[in-house]
């Protein structure tokens, strides 16, 4: 329940598009918590969700702050969903 709380804060914080919070966002771990518990979560639908839509708000937002680049390919998101897809019980 709290985590969920958390990733609606999150996404509210990012909806806000304010270039200071994106900044500290970016600096701080969460956009690593995310990548984490994509699988910690991952037969957890309702955290699954959320953590959806913090992934597209990040895409999606205009801030100057490269949030995508680093959730996805510094951190590595891409990678982990391939090897899902690869992976034979797919």
Known sequence: M?????YDLLQALIQVNE???CQKIYESKILNFIV???S??????????L???VVKLICLSKCQIPMDQKILFDLKL???FGQKLNHKDY
């Open 51 to 53: 953590l959806n839509g």
């Open 19 to 21: 270039p200071q919070i």
């Open 2 to 6: 709290i985590k969920a709380k958390l």
């Open 36 to 38: 984490i518990d994509y």
């Open 78 to 80: 891409i990678d982990s």
């Open 40 to 49: 910690k979560y991952e037969n957890n639908t309702n955290i699954l969700n």
